[in-house]
């Protein structure tokens, strides 16, 4: 009886984990972005006003 509950309480944390992880790299790649604009543009704003 335990076994029956085993298995999708497995599958269930498997499904968040994965979730999680996606979320993850989705943050992850947005702040790699915010970080490589706001420096192409603070390096434009430093050359125009230089």
């Known amino acids: 009886m335990f076994y029956r509950f085993k298995f999708p309480l497995l599958t269930q944390l498997?499904?968040?984990s994965?979730?999680?992880v996606l979320?993850?790299?989705v943050v992850l790649a947005i702040t790699g972005w915010i970080?490589?604009?706001?420096?192409?543009?603070?390096k434009f704003a430093l050359w125009f006003f230089s």
């Open 35 to 42: 970080y490589l604009l706001s420096t192409m543009f603070l």
């Open 23 to 25: 979320v993850g790299l």
């Open 14 to 16: 498997k499904e968040k």
């Open 18 to 20: 994965l979730a999680g």
